[in-house]
């Protein structure tokens, strides 16, 4: 299973064609393509906050074909690890980033696919394989 970030979803929402066809090969290939509720959270927020319900539909629809990752116990254990990880090391990264590849570990996850370089510093720390997209 491929997971996707937040900056993956939001590019391919927008019809960004590195996106598109990163996601389009992941669903191919793996099968699987899942995305964190800590990303669910932040697409949905602004749309709920700037009432932006044209767009709610389209979001909801591209869920639908993912598979949710919980930030559950062992999820939040798992992001525990890796800040602590990159905290030894003296790396900060945004923390909703560590919550999200926290979701992905503890959901066997085999990669991550991102536009966030903080990704890269996550993957030394958690085992995580790192796609970049630029």
Same mark, same amino acid.
């Given at each position: 299973?491929? *997971?996707?970030?937040?900056?993956?979803?939001?590019?391919?929402?927008?019809?960004?064609?590195?996106?598109?066809?990163?996601?389009?090969? *992941?669903?191919? @290939?793996?099968?699987?393509?899942?995305?964190?509720?800590?990303?669910?959270? +932040?697409? &949905?927020?602004?749309?709920?906050?700037?009432? &932006?319900?044209?767009? #709610?539909? +389209?979001?909801? @629809?591209?869920?639908?074909?993912?598979? =949710?990752?919980?930030?559950?116990? +062992?999820? *939040? #254990? +798992?992001?525990?690890?890796?800040?602590? @990880?990159?905290?030894?090391? @003296?790396?900060?990264?945004?923390?909703?980033? =560590?919550?999200?590849?926290?979701?992905?570990?503890?959901?066997?996850?085999?990669?991550?696919?991102?536009?966030?370089?903080?990704?890269? #510093?996550?993957?030394?720390?958690?085992?995580?394989?790192? #796609?970049? &997209?630029?």
């Amino acid at each position: 299973m491929i *997971a996707i970030d937040t900056s993956v979803a939001v590019d391919f929402l927008r019809g960004d064609q590195r996106a598109v066809s990163a996601v389009e090969s *992941a669903l191919k @290939g793996s099968g699987s393509v899942g995305i964190s509720t800590v990303s669910m959270f +932040e697409i &949905l927020h602004p749309i709920h906050h700037r009432k &932006l319900t044209r767009h #709610e539909k +389209e979001v909801r @629809g591209f869920f639908r074909q993912l598979r =949710v990752l919980p930030l559950d116990a +062992e999820g *939040a #254990e +798992e992001a525990a690890r890796v800040m602590g @990880g990159l905290l030894r090391v @003296g790396r900060q990264v945004n923390a909703l980033d =560590v919550l999200i590849a926290g979701a992905a570990v503890a959901s066997a996850a085999d990669k991550i696919i991102s536009s966030d370089s903080d990704y890269e #510093e996550i993957a030394k720390v958690s085992g995580l394989k790192v #796609e970049i &997209l630029k």
